[in-house]
């Protein structure tokens, strides 16, 4: 598998495993098959597991699956939905969520400890749910005045290699973070053919994640996409129950174009959805969201075919399906 520098962390896989899927939180999967699917990433040269809490099993299945020892050269990322607390909580929060993480995956240090909320401005007001935003999103003085300086004491202590940040919230402040003076190793950024953050979107604004993988790399950020097929939106059909109205089914409804042009090509769009974010310009890594082997295979296959053709990438950009 391709290898790519994901900025001060160093040279990573191109594709990352992420948690979703194997902590069974995206569609039925067995723990037995969960464990099979991380054992056949790192055979397949996958050598970052990207996991959270709310990843439901992902950390325990972890531990359980390594004992807490992980193979040579294997990274590990964890995150941390901190919200808006208290200001003189926010420390103890984040210390909480990362010694627990590592308690489940039986491990001393983790590579990158993730940021998981939105960041906004201490005024901002979403436009969906802003009864809940303290849960969701994280002010900017929050931020810069103590998620960072907590995430530099966790590094002076071992704890954590470096720190990053989600970059599927408020546009103009991820962009704000990503060119401060105190800036994020990583991003994890929005890489798909529609430009979609789906349900991540509680905000009115376009989402504009071109933007901000372009800033995180001016700025020595690096890039790992995420949502390279939205959720499923990207795929033949999406594999969980889901309302008419929620924003992954609506992109769904919004791709037939894409699963048609895919079709005509004789293609499983979400092998093609796949190579097209390993294609965008700017994007480092990709995360992956599977929940099996076979699945997990899919995608290690679309890798070594390398990038989406330029043709192709025209053909499906012509189809006018960015949000």
Known sequence: MKKAKLGAVGEVSRLILGGGGIGQGWGETSRDEAKATILLALESGIDVLDTAPLYRNCEAIIGETFGGKLPKGVKVTSKCRLGSPPAEEVESTLVQSLEASLAAMKLDFIDVFFLHTNICEDNYVYQRRPENQHLYATTWSLYAERFIPTMEKLKALGKIGHWGITGSGVPKTILRALRGEKRPAVVQAIANLLDSAGGLRNYAESARPR???????????????????????????????????????????????????????????????????????????????????????????????????????AKIDALGLRT
């Open 211 to 313: 933007d901000i993988i372009a800033a995180a790399k001016e700025n020595g950020v690096g890039v790992l996409g995420i949502r390279a097929v939205q959720a499923g939106a990207l795929t033949r059909r999406i594999d969980r129950d889901m309302s008419p109205n929620h924003p992954e089914t609506r992109d769904f409804d919004r791709a037939a174009p894409f699963r048609a042009l895919c079709e005509q090509w004789g293609e499983d769009p979400a092998a093609v959805a796949h190579r097209y974010a390993l294609g965008m310009e700017g994007v480092d890594a990709l995360i992956l969201g599977v929940k099996n082997r076979e699945e997990l295979k899919q995608c290690v296959d679309a890798e070594a075919r390398g990038a989406l053709e330029p043709e192709r990438v």
